[in-house]
């Protein structure tokens, strides 16, 4: 009877640790999920003071946080995400699933990491 109480205490364990490594699995990294994307589908435009935000690899992330295009939390009200949804030009160039990372990136709190 004891064995099984200790196998049940390490199932219970081993479930535990495999949930926690599934939900940081699942974290967005800004510099190597977004900024990326970004930099080869935008900077055809926004890039150098061209056009607002620039969104070179190394200035991106400023440039959205500090230019208030990300509000971190809240992907329904961030300017980008508008932009993304409403048909701006360089949405056609991402897919779905990029702009679903951009949402997901700053709903978790638009992190740069």
């Known amino acids: 009877m004891k064995h099984l109480k200790y ?7 081993i479930f535990l640790y495999s949930c926690s490594k599934s939900e940081e699995s699942d974290e967005i990294s800004f510099s190597s999920d977004i900024a990326g994307f970004l930099e080869n589908s935008c900077t055809a435009c926004h890039y150098g003071g061209r056009q607002s935000p620039d ?3 190394q200035y991106a992330y400023n440039a959205l946080i500090d230019g208030e295009y990300v509000l971190p939390g809240n992907s329904a009200d961030s300017p980008l995400v508008q932009q993304l949804e409403s048909g701006h030009p360089s949405a056609g160039h991402l897919t779905q699933s990029q702009i679903d990372q951009v949402k997901l990136w700053i709903d978790q709190g638009a992190v740069n990491n």
Do not use: H, Y
């Not at 196998?7 to 364990?13: H, N, P, R, V, Y």
């Open 7 to 13: 196998l049940g205490i390490i199932a219970a364990c």
């Open 55 to 57: 969104l070179r690899e």
